[in-house]
């Protein structure tokens, strides 16, 4: 069974600062795809950025990257530069596929991460 | 603004009424998927459909039926819902990725803003 843990329920940020928000993943299937998502309060889930498990590179999308250790099992995401309209809660999720190519999204707990001025 | 657009935005309905919600997204993807999100909680798989087939029911209450009329469409019907089903529900979409278990990992699922279900 796939397992995504979030385990910082809250993050505080400063304005213009970087913070690293936590994932870690369980999974035994050899081919998966991680995802972060943003949830501001109006309910839609925004992507952000994704991984896949054969990527060599890590992945960036502007002031987001993902910081992929394999062997560790972790995609932590980095925020460069914070504003805020960052604040929100970010949910780490891991994909397998089903057999005709969908794929079953599982999300973590979530962090809900306050920019400050 | 969100290429996936759910309606209604907000709902309140009582335990015996039947209402439907509806998603409909323009991308050309072939597999939708419905998720419900407690608060403070995250979204949990209600169903998926690829090429306009159920492929998923994650044991979901039969008060909650899904139906996908076109590659276009996916709506939720409630009926004899019940004041713990109050919840956001979100409608998602994805592309059909293909290859082998080894196969690169591809694609995004597109989530709309979703519907905000009270039930009374």
């Known amino acids: 069974a796939q397992k995504i843990t979030q385990t910082q329920p809250g993050m505080f940020v400063q304005e213009k600062e970087a913070v690293t928000l936590d994932c870690t993943y369980d999974?035994?299937?050899?081919?998966?795809?991680l995802f972060w998502y943003k949830q501001p309060s109006s309910g839609e889930m925004i992507f952000l950025i994704y991984q896949g498990s054969y990527d060599q590179q890590n992945a960036t999308e502007g002031r987001y990257s993902l910081n992929f250790q394999k062997a560790r099992k972790s995609a932590n995401l980095v925020i460069s530069a914070s504003q805020l309209g960052d604040s929100a809660m970010y949910f780490c999720a891991m994909s397998s596929r089903g057999n005709t190519g969908f794929q079953k999204l599982v999300f973590g707990t979530g962090t809900r991460l306050l920019v400050s001025p | 603004d969100t290429e996936v657009t759910q309606t209604p935005k907000h709902l309140v309905m009582g335990m015996t009424n039947k209402k439907s919600l509806k998603c409909e997204q323009h991308?050309?993807?072939?597999?939708m998927y419905w998720y419900k999100q407690k608060a403070k909680k995250p979204p949990e798989l209600m169903f998926v459909y690829s090429y306009e087939k159920l492929s998923i029911n994650e044991s979901v209450p039969s008060r909650f039926s899904p139906e996908c009329p076109n590659s276009s469409l996916l709506n939720l019907h409630l009926h004899a819902l019940q004041p713990e089903d109050s919840a956001l529900y979100l409608c998602a979409s994805s592309t059909l990725t293909g290859g082998g278990p080894t196969s690169p990992f591809t694609g995004e699922l597109f989530f709309g803003e979703g519907s905000r279900l009270t039930v009374l």
């Open positions: 991308m050309g993807h072939r597999a």
């Open positions: 999974t035994s299937d050899p081919s998966y795809g």
